[in-house]
């Protein structure tokens, strides 16, 4: 006789992080990022930075979504629901900011300065901030999951996808681009901290939230997701990016390999931040037995 | 007037029919079940076994209706929770969001058919036929409900005339399964909830289910401990369905 697991037993979600899963996780990934890195770019004005932001949300960030459609024909069903959907409402996001994003950009680069255009970068840089924030709503209006229903995690995702895009930012810095380096280190170095206590508290708060995100919080940092969790997001995601935004902040000049090495940790850490999170996410059982099988 | 079950889980004898004639009836590919049957066994020394048998519990309140952002998982006006699979999109949110996890993504690897690697039966191809199953989308129970409407148009009642009552709920030899009108004080269901006290899984999640239990050692064991629940080691986590 066939037993099911997922009714006696706390089971994790496997449709959004395992085997095509695992699209849907860079999907959301490149969302934060390619928003973040948008409104980061807005701020240093840098066309290169709109222009890769633009890419990241147009290509991957899409791209990814649409492949991980079953049926992905018929992806432009996506929009009918927004009053209750936020899956309806972040494909409405990405949308939208393909065509403001596409518009602004033609317009930064041949006519610069113009009421068009700055009507254009706000227009897309709600959209960007949109479409960094939603995935979090889409993850915290699951009730069904309680390790995501965290008014936490939405915010927690914008700031990472902030953070990564001041990392980009130093990239483009380094290329030439038009950002200045030093407000982009110290916009790290700052978010870096500021995620770090926003994933404590997170954690904290799942933890406390009922049994299950206990649950959730267990396996994060000491079930099988926790190599991810301590190399992924705590050393290289924090400590690594923090130790070398400090020792650029005090030793004020730091070589470029550091610098790009940190980048790549926050990536690094941004991903495994949200595999995590995605992971960890677990059902109550079906039949709540208090002490199966001894009960 | 609202369509709702009730599985009485004294009567239930772990025999499997409920699955197959949803099987037979919905021509269900080999990877997918809408019913399932779960065996549980309570009582340490003195062991108790009781059974589940659980489907999508078709709620008021559906999770997965509100999260869709097709429009193809829709709730109709007697309460049946249907998914339109030619509006379906493959986005799974909805599979994410059923807190009973009773949806089911269909993808290739479920349906392989019956003999993989040697064609199709006859049975499977007229199934094909008469009920096609869209790899790429999400399915569900449906309660039966073209056996619903069917046996409506004819004027017979679900739940008392056969034809229009879900196959699962005909074939249930041991009559554990009963099916009618919930709006309906007077109907069966009614009077075994009212009764013997049938109970929803997990109520506290708000959705309102339209399948109640009633009589099983689980459910008391659920309303009295569920409260005292302990956290266990990170172990359990992990099935995959």
Redesign the interface.
Known sequence: ????????????????I?R?GLILWIAFYAGGLGGGLYLVSLYFNSLWGMFISWLIIAVLKGGAHLL?????Q??W?????PQ?????RG?IFVTLFIVFGAIQLILSFWLPGTAGEIAFKVLAGITALAIAIYTGF?LN?????PFWNSSLLPLLFVLCGILGGFGLSVIIALNGGHVNITVAEAGSRWLIIVNAFLIAIYLWGAANRE?TG???V??QI???GAPIFWIGIVILGIIVPLAIAFSSYFIREVSAVLLVTGVGCEVIGGLALRYCVLKAG???P?????????? | MRWGMVVDLTRCIRCYACIAACRIEHFLPMGMSWPRLMALETGGDNPTVSTYSVRCNQCREAPCVEVCPTGATQKREDGIVWVDQDMCVGCRYCVIACPYQNRTFLSKDKDKGFFPGNGLTDFEKAGKKLYAHQIGTTEKCNFCMERIDAGLAKGLKPGIDREATPACVNTCPARALTFGDLDDPDSEVSRLIRQRNGFQLHPEYGTDPSIYFIDGKIGALYTQETEQESVREPAPTGAVR
């Open positions: 006789m066939e037993t099911h697991e997922w009714m006696i037993q706390y089971t994790r979600q496997t449709e959004w395992d095509r991980y459609l079953g049926k992905p018929r992806f069903r996506i929009v009918s629901r209750s959907s936020w899956l309806a494909f889409v209006t699951v009730k069904a999951v049994t206990k649950q959730s267990m396996e000491r079930g099988s677990a059902y109550s079906l039949v709540a037995v208090a002490s199966y099988p001894s009960a």
